[in-house]
């Protein structure tokens, strides 16, 4: 074969004459060599579902929505609940945020999961039957995830849960103006299509009956137990708490809160309650808070739309008593640490009902007397492949250390399926080793010009105090196009031709379907290629002299 053809079609932007560069092997000059590396794009290295980000937004950006929702079906069979709810931590860790704005991730997955359901797009199992039978306890994101994977994985999957409907807190805790009921029921639809068997109104009490019926078992039963706090209080306060009172909302009760609301607490529960108060009719919803705006643990963009909804806010400050109509609040400040220290100055509120919103615990009758479950801070612990002590006994979701939130709970279901496959089929789940992080500075963003991230549009404040209307908004198909094409394809190959075209030795070999070659005959190792790869995925390796 001639050099010429074995390079195929020759770069149209070369610096010598391509048939005087193909006549010398320039290949011994050479002091450094390319080669093209896969590195892992850090909005995928946080998705705490495992999505891989990059490669979906390029198929959105081909408009090839289909295979990229399929893409992020391979990890997450929630696609359009996540482009809600989820608090985006791909997009804190996104590349693009260093340019200008990240890519505006979440907003393209809502995009495609809607676009899923519009168009009726559904999954099915190809895997063989594994004659295998596992239980899912709780039919939350987290159970409802491993039930998923463990479908297609071709074991038969039976979740049982107390509540009337699927959904854990995707249903009877997040409010419906976050994420609406529709959306939830839709992507739960989609997995009863595959043949999981639900059972609900059911509450699973002997888990070892269970183990002994099922040949695996996976706990996802949340944390659902309000905290409480020792208010000192008169017979007649009203003290709720928000978990019950976000449940009784979902379920169509009108509970009593009054027009006078102060919610106790700092987090996004907090914010969820003091938003829902408005919704109800309160005309004054306000949230207590020990510490200062900038510490409080609910997100910036939950506080901003509450305070935008009417909330008002009570920084710095903690219910030392409540009685009928009205609260007593102390003041305090933050010591040098930044812990809070009362101040031993009083005020009254007015209040007919004080929402306690201080987290969560689980409820974890069902594993309390079992010798070989550990339990700690009130807590399920499980081994790396998310097994509690106990064989065939897996856990996740937030009745595990972790963060709680619904994304890492999906995470918990695919890793929990995976290994219970495994377990089941007698051998180890076994992940190839992650590959290096494509950090910014790799990157050779002059390619990139500037775009603005795409603004999801919001309803305006009126109709949101008084409906339990959807807030925000979603992108239509060529915004989502839009913003996925500002993705930078941070490690990955993105078939821009630029190492073809550049190189002066026509040392590249276009291999076609997005693959390149180094002829290391004619490579003289100058580097042209990797300074000029803007996703940073060649890069000059020393030679061995
Ligand atoms: C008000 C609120 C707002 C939130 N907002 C967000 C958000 O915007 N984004 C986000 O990512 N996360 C959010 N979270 C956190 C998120 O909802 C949870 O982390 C997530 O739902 C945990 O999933 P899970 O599957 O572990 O448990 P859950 O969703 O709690 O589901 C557990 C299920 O188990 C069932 N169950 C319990 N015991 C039994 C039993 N013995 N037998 C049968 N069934 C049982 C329960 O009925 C429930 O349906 C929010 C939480 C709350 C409370
Ligand atoms: S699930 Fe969350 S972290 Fe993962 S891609 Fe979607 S928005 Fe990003
Ligand atoms: S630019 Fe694209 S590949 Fe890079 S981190 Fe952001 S979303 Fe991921």
């Known amino acids: 074969m001639s050099e010429a053809s074995k390079h195929g079609p020759l770069p149209f932007a070369i610096t010598l004459d391509p048939g005087s560069s193909l006549a010398n092997k320039t290949g011994s000059w050479r002091t450094e060599a390319p080669a093209y590396v896969d590195r892992l794009p850090p909005c995928n290295d946080a998705c705490p579902a495992g999505e891989n980000i990059q ?94 994977h463990l479908r297609l994985l071709g074991h038969e999957v039976t979740v049982r849960d107390s509540c009337p409907e699927a959904g854990g807190m995707m249903r009877y805790g997040i409010p419906a103006y976050r994420l609406p009921r529709d959306v939830v029921d839709a992507e739960i639809q989609r997995i009863a299509d595959l043949g999981v068997r639900f059972e609900l109104n059911t509450t699973v009490t002997d888990l070892q009956a269970e183990l002994d019926a099922f040949d695996a078992v996976f706990l996802a039963v949340g944390a659902h137990v309000g905290r409480r706090a020792d208010i000192p209080a008169g017979d007649s306060a009203r003290i ?71 909330v008002r806010m009570r920084w710095l400050s903690t219910i030392t008593y409540a009685d009928a109509g009205r609260i007593t609040i102390e003041k305090m400040k933050l010591d040098e640490t930044g812990f809070p220290v009362p101040t031993g100055e009083f005020e009254e509120l007015e209040a007919d009902s004080v929402v306690l919103a201080l987290g969560q615990l689980s409820d974890l009758a069902l594993v309390e007397g079992m010798d070989d479950v550990t339990i700690t801070d009130h807590v399920v612990q499980v081994g790396a492949h998310l ?21 890492v709970a999906i995470g918990h279901g695919k890793k929990a ?71 930078m394809s941070c490690g990955n190959c993105l078939e821009c031709d630029n190492c073809f075209s550049v190189c ?42």
């Open 55 to 148: 490669q979906w937004l390029h198929h959105a950006e081909e408009s090839g929505y289909e295979a990229a929702w399929r893409q992020i079906m391979a990890d997450n069979p929630f696609p359009a609940v996540m482009g809600r709810i989820c608090y985006r931590p791909c997009e804190t860790a996104c590349n693009r945020a260093i340019l200008d704005e990240p890519v505006g991730i979440n907003s393209v997955e809502r995009f495609l999961g809607d676009e899923a359901i519009k168009q009726g797009w559904t999954v099915s199992v190809d895997a063989p039957a594994s004659g295998k039978h596992v239980l899912v306890v709780g039919a939350g994101p987290s159970g409802l995830s491993a039930a998923y």
């Open 240 to 310: 709720l708490d928000a978990v019950s009172v976000l449940a009784e909302v979902e379920q169509g009760d009108q509970p009593l809160l009054g027009r006078r609301v102060a919610i106790y607490g700092g987090g996004n529960t907090a914010m969820d309650m003091a938003r829902t108060a408005r919704r109800l009719g309160a005309t004054d919803a306000v949230v207590v808070y020990r510490r200062t705006r900038d510490r409080m643990p609910a997100h910036e963009i939950e506080v901003t739309e509450a305070l935008e909804e009417g």
């Open 387 to 407: 097994m509690t002590g106990h064989p065939g006994l897996f856990a996740g979701g937030d009745m595990v250390p972790s963060e709680r939130t619904a994304t």
């Open 417 to 487: 399926a995976r290994n219970i496959d495994a377990w089941l089929r007698g051998t180890t789940d076994q992940r190839p080793p992650r590959h290096d992080l494509a950090t910014y500075e790799r990157l050779n963003t002059w390619y990139y010009s500037d775009a603005p991230a795409t603004v999801r549009p919001r309803l305006d404040v009126a109709r949101r105090i008084s409906t339990f209307d959807e807030v925000v908004g979603g992108l239509d198909a060529s915004t989502a196009v839009f913003e996925a094409r500002r993705c």
């Open 504 to 545: 002066p030795d026509n040392a590249i070999i276009k291999l076609g379907g997005g693959k390149y070659e180094i002829d290391l005959d004619f490579c003289k190792g100058c580097g042209l290629c990797a300074a000029e790869c803007p996703s940073g995925v060649i890069e000059m390796f020393p030679e061995r002299l």
